[in-house]
């Protein structure tokens, strides 16, 4: 259990962008965490988790705390009482699942990071959230000094958010996610695409609907690969915002045609992306470099929603396109839009 100081956190992330942590600590059995916590209290110090840096803009100067990286593995019992440590790397796990065709989560493939980030933000896609299949969260009370589990009531679920990262942020460190998977069971289809995709399809598999999430997901440049000049992004830069009927009404008087809009038990829901193509930033958008020629920073040419890392980009460009963005939707729109990322190692006022 080792303390290191000044380490680099950009190559953590996979946005690729951000300075050093004043102190860094990876942890890869339970038991370190209450020590690692009473040494940050004792220096009054602030501590980050850090899961698989796959949801975070990590400021240019850095974080001046401790950051935490959660390196917990190891995946125990069977579909109806699965338990994944919160280090295990979420895509993996589900590969893992879908393998022993255990249903429940095969929509959210291709998503990056770690099984400890997933109930933080209640990740979602292509029709499903992890929040219908999980039953327990077992993590570190910050407030308590003790270790808790926490079932699906107490986490609070809601849409891109938990109680770790809404009602009590930072209070909570997730070591182990509880599952209840079902074996034998069919493919979710309530994604469009999806469904159309399989509409012949008498019964799709759980390995095809899961290639076929990847395959979108791919197509979007949405899937983290490493030789994809497109993948140092943080994925969805923005939440999909809920409104009422009223405002998708007036969204759509004012851009002349009708969004696409989703019900959701708290309102209706627009993508951010179609918003964010209509009040100005086409895919592929790269604002120009000061010197002349496309900037280090811009859209995905693949989906408006990313914000891609072309090459020596800083945070603070990111954050600069990021606030234009924003502004210039909710110029058009009246329509706030909410960043998905972390930002860490920022003051309150340089961030959305």
Not at 107 to 119: N, W, Y
Not at 215 to 230: F, T, Y
Not at 254 to 265: D, H, I, L, V
């Amino acid at each position: 259990m080792g303390i290191a100081a000044q380490v680099p956190l950009a190559p953590l992330t996979t946005l690729g962008i951000g300075g050093p942590a004043r102190f860094f600590a990876r942890v890869e059995r339970e038991e370190h965490i209450p020590a690692l916590m009473a040494w940050a209290e004792q220096q009054a110090m602030p501590v980050f988790v850090l899961g698989g840096g796959s949801n975070l803009l990590v400021a240019d100067r850095g974080y001046d705390g401790l950051v935490l990286a959660i390196a917990l593995r190891g995946i125990h019992g069977e579909a109806e009482a699965v338990t994944a440590a919160a280090g295990e790397p979420w895509d993996a796990f589900v590969e893992r699942c879908v393998a022993r065709d255990w249903a429940g989560i095969e929509c959210l493939s291709g998503i990056p990071g770690t099984v400890g980030g997933t109930p933080v933000q209640n990740v979602g896609a292509y029709g499903q959230e992890v929040a219908e299949t999980i039953v327990a969260v077992r993590a570190w009370d910050r407030e308590r000094r003790e270790f808790v589990e926490l079932d699906r009531t107490a986490s609070r679920f809601g849409y891109r958010a938990s109680l770790f990262n809404r009602d009590q942020p930072g209070r909570f460190i997730v070591t182990a996610v509880r599952f209840r998977l079902q074996p034998g069971g069919a493919p979710a289809l309530r994604y469009a695409e999806l469904q159309r995709r399989f509409a012949s399809a008498a019964r799709p598999s759980l390995r095809g609907v899961r290639e076929a999430v990847r395959e979108i997901r791919r197509g979007k440049a949405m899937l983290i690969e490493p030789d994809q000049a497109e993948s140092h992004s943080a994925g969805s830069f923005f939440k999909n915002p809920i409104v009422t009927e009223a405002q998708a009404e007036a969204v759509a008087a004012r851009a002349g045609e009708s969004p696409p809009r989703f019900a959701t038990p708290e309102g209706v829901k627009l993508p951010a992306a179609w918003l964010i193509e209509r009040a100005g930033f086409p895919r592929g958008y790269r604002p120009p470099a000061p010197g002349g020629g496309a900037g280090r920073v811009g859209l995905s040419s693949r989906h408006a929603l990313a914000i891609v890392n072309y090459g020596g980009a800083s945070a603070a460009e990111v954050a600069a396109l990021a606030r234009r963005i924003r502004d210039a939707v909710a110029a058009c729109f009246g329509i706030p839009l909410a960043p998905e990322p972390v930002w860490l190692g920022f003051d309150p006022g340089e961030q959305l």
